[in-house]
């Protein structure tokens, strides 16, 4: 089978295909009609791969992100302290709109292991009680003091801010699934075109970032254009 990198492409308007020889332009042509013909034909399919691939940017942000808390330093410092806030939003608002889809590419709780939804939960509750609104997420307190003496009134504020370091040990096997869930969904994509069409489908792959493999070997669709996992 010739090697996918071998191949090479020339692409060209419609328009110039009438300057070519006459048997070039029966053969272009009756190459058009056929490839609409089967496009057609699994129409539907392409619709459901066109809303994955719209995923993967988000998946490979979601993966980055996390690799990026894992391999935090601590510091005690005000400095790492938003930092390490910062990421964490990062996280849980690219995590929410993974989940979420926008477009019909989400992933319903239902959808993960049953011992990880828990996590999935806590996220989703980070997300929208402490970083999409102020509605009082327990890990998050903040009082106001007054005190009265010699005449003037004194304003303290004593907040209390709690926070995982580096992200909470759970969110990396919850992103390693989403992540193999976003390829196994891709591939039965794939093997739905070849069943309907009679003809082979493939995707651009490549090999993974540093930050995306782990322990378990996964590599990742962002080569792919979104997120491959573990093979």
Known sequence: MEDQESREYVVFPEQAIKYLPEDWQHHLYALKREGQGVLETA???LKILNRLVHAF????????????????????TMDWVLENDMLTLAFVTTYARLI????????????????????????????????AHNAGHASITGQ??????????????NSNMGFHVGGALEWEPLVVFLDEL???RLHAQLEKLKEKT????????????????SDTESSTVAEKGGTKAAS
């Open 43 to 45: 129409d539907d399919n």
């Open 57 to 76: 940017p988000t998946m490979a942000s979601l993966r980055y992100i996390q690799h990026r808390l894992a391999s935090t330093k601590f510091e005690a």
């Open 100 to 131: 979420d889809g926008g477009i019909g590419s989400g992933v319903s709780r239902s959808a993960l292991p049953p011992e990880l939804r828990p996590v999935h939960d806590k996220i989703i509750e980070l997300r929208n009680k402490r970083y």
């Open 144 to 157: 106001l003091e007054i005190g009265f003496e010699g005449g003037q009134f004194d304003i303290s504020v």
């Open 182 to 184: 976003m390829f196994h």
């Open 198 to 213: 009679g003809r082979e489908w493939t995707f651009p792959s490549g090999p993974a970032p540093k930050w995306a493999s």
